[in-house]
């Protein structure tokens, strides 16, 4: 039997469709691969908003603010903004003697595993680690120096990173900061009059490598060698966490922008007590911070109670333990990511940025300066090589799948090969080949 016909309703006939549900709308951006109940939430959301053609590209920016791989072809080696070192570690899902003696059967020490690797690598009796070099610096001034003095050149009290700042961290420890010298000038015998005051209580002296700033002209500073000569423990900052200022990993002497760069095993070997460093600079390993030097002002620094505030998983371990194994199985320029990329000639940089840029139309290669970064070498620079296009392609480089983060100057846009693993070249020129469509 024939359905009647359905009159239109006059009251409903002229309004919009009725928006869909929540749930339908989330459902439909299922293939966005985001959880539903982030889908329910951008739903929602754009319904509220009376965006729901919107809600796909909102699913879309969503992902855009998840951590991914991404492609750095700033020729920043070391960018803060990209996680610094790149690292390559992975482990199964299975339990880890973090701190469980094998031998004994007993707890063990978390820092024993990775502690004594680097004791070994720098040269020193012991050392421990800490989630960053902050950490490092903070746990040491705290250990060591709570109600008593710790001098630093006025050339030192530097702020590094934005909120990294001597003077800040030397408050939080509860150890009293002692000004020495001169912005610009700062001589032993500044660190000596220090020491000889009525009221000086010093218990460390602590010499902060500037890292990200540099002062030209007429400057001094008092070096590690000379500091050891005060009779009270030097903590050397060097930062980068360089481990040998020879760099025997390399095949030949170390590069030149590495000149005057402090490092672990110099440092130690000039007097200090202690040196502190990042493992996610120089180093090329995961985001961590070295404490190495005497053992027992380590072991006073892994007694106080904000270690355990400031330790590292075991997953920032293990990552950190398989760096040091690689350098002391001196494979350190073919398998640490950050050195291979220094260690790469410039000429295999620039046959590659040919080859590109001769399959991508409008590309030309072109010779860049790359730059260490994370506050390492301020002002040095490598050569390398990259491509050049024409315009700002940044936002539709960043749209690919991985993001490549590239930089512009002067109206182009400069891919620069150095900081880009070979692996992903083939990704690039589909993703440039695109951005110049
Ligand atoms: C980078 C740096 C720090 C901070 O290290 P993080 O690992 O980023 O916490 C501290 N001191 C110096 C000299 C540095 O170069």
Known sequence: MPRPPTTPD??????????????????????????????????????????????????SAFRRTLLTPVVNATGVLLHTNLGRAPVAFAQPARAVNVEFDLATGERGSRQRAVGQLFARLCG?????????????????????????????????SVEIGGSFRVPEVMEQSGAVLVDVGTTNRTRLAD???????????????????????RV??????TPVAQLATLGVPVVADIGSGLIDAGCPWLHGPPPSWLAGAPA???????????????ADKLLGGPQAGII???AALVAACSHHP???????????????????????????????PFWRMVATPVAVVQARAEALASRIAGATAVPLEALPGAGSAPGATMASYGIRLTGDRLALLRA??????????????????RTVDPADDDHLVAALSRATA
């Open 10 to 59: 006059p009251s409903t006939a002229t309004r919009p469709a009725r928006p869909p549900s929540v749930d339908t709308l989330a459902r439909s951006l299922a293939s966005t691969g985001l959880p539903h109940a982030i889908c329910v939430d951008i739903a929602r959301e754009a319904i509220a908003a009376d965006d729901v053609e919107g809600a796909p590209a909102r699913a």
């Open 124 to 156: 020193a009796e012991a050392a421990m680690i800490v989630n960053n070099n902050a950490a490092a610096v903070l746990l040491v001034t705290a250990a060591l120096a709570h109600g008593r003095q710790v001098l630093v050149s006025r050339g030192e």
């Open 191 to 213: 660190y000596r009059r220090a020491l000889s005051r009525p009221a000086a209580d010093v218990a460390l002296v602590l010499k902060v490598h500037p890292s990200n700033y």
């Open 216 to 221: 030209e002209g007429f400057v001094e500073e």
């Open 264 to 278: 672990a095993v110099q440092s130690l070997a000039d007097g200090a007590s202690l040196v502190t460093f990042s």
């Open 292 to 294: 190495a030097g005497d």
């Open 306 to 336: 904000l270690a355990r505030a400031l330790r590292p998983g075991g997953l920032t371990l293990a990552a950190l333990q398989a760096t040091a194994l690689t350098y002391l199985h001196k494979r350190t320029a073919e398998e640490v």
């Open 400 to 417: 690919a799948d991985p993001p490549i983060v590239a930089r512009t100057r002067d109206g182009h846009t400069f891919l620069d090969l």
